[in-house]
T-cell receptor, first 116, second 112 residues
Framework: DAGVIQSPRHEVTEMGQEVTLRCKPI?????LFWYRQTMMRGLELLIY????????DSGMPEDRFSAKMPNASFSTLKIQPSEPRDSAVYFC??????????????FGEGSRLTVL | GENVEQHPSTLSVQEGDSAVIKCTYS??????FPWYKQELGKRPQLIID?????GEKKDQRIAVTLNKTAKHFSLHITETQPEDSAVYFC???????????FGAGTRLFVKA
């Protein structure tokens, strides 16, 4: 398996523009997580899905952020409109809850977003 | 809400010495405690984990201990090497839902 695949790896955009980040989880994994990493706030959980259903989106900063998971092999995180304070590395991670137990998170390589 | 506190934020040790990183969690329903290592510019990767039914786990030079009563767990690295230099994150995950919350991270420097 190729692991968790994220795109784009780098995105530079101007304030006010729409940004869409994409993630393909590992095949067979039933959990998908979106994290944001900054120096100041560390790894923040934004939202996570189980079997394509959003379970907890309490970490989504505000209404400008939205996430979808239309099927088991694809998820998007959208920011509209983007602001400079959204600049961060966004990680997608997937996990398999074998036997109902929480397990290892497999992270993608991240999408580094810079909003000018 | 759930919270994981991690100390210290920075740790510098001499090669060959031991390093200890400590975490506390607030959610008593947490039952899975992984540790991740993140090298500069890379993704976090699991190095060791422990479940709530175990008090200690060891894998070569790294070990993790868990005290459920006190709600804290620790990472121990012995005989540190320069390649151990990285940021280490603790995390806690609760049963049912598997929401995983990370500590703020510890930047470990191992001086040769």
């Amino acid at each position: 398996d190729a692991g968790v695949i994220q795109s784009p790896r780098h995105e530079v955009t101007e304030m006010g523009q729409e940004v869409t980040l994409r993630c393909k989880p590992i095949s067979g994994h039933d959990y998908l997580f979106w994290y944001r990493q900054t120096m100041m706030r560390g790894l923040e959980l934004l939202i996570y899905f189980n079997n394509n259903v959003p379970i907890d989106d309490s970490g989504m900063p505000e209404d400008r952020f939205s996430a979808k998971m239309p099927n088991a092999s694809f998820s998007t995180l959208k920011i509209q409109p983007s602001e400079p304070r959204d600049s961060a590395v966004y990680f997608c991670a997937s996990s398999f809850s074998g036997r109902g137990l929480a397990g290892e998170l497999f992270f993608g390589e991240g999408s580094r977003l810079t909003v000018l | 809400g759930e919270n994981v506190e991690q100390h210290p934020s920075t740790l510098s040790v001499q090669e060959g010495d031991s390093a200890v990183i400590k975490c506390t969690y607030s959610d008593s329903a947490s039952n899975y405690f992984p540790w991740y290592k993140q090298e500069l510019g890379k993704r976090p990767q699991l190095i060791i984990d422990i479940r709530s039914n175990v008090g200690e786990k060891k894998d070569q030079r790294i070990a993790v201990t868990l005290n459920k009563t006190a709600k804290h767990f620790s990472l121990h690295i012995t005989e540190t090497q320069p390649e151990d230099s990285a940021v280490y994150f603790c995390a806690a995950s609760r049963a049912g839902g598997f929401k995983t919350i990370f500590g703020a991270g510890t930047r470990l420097f191992v001086k040769a």
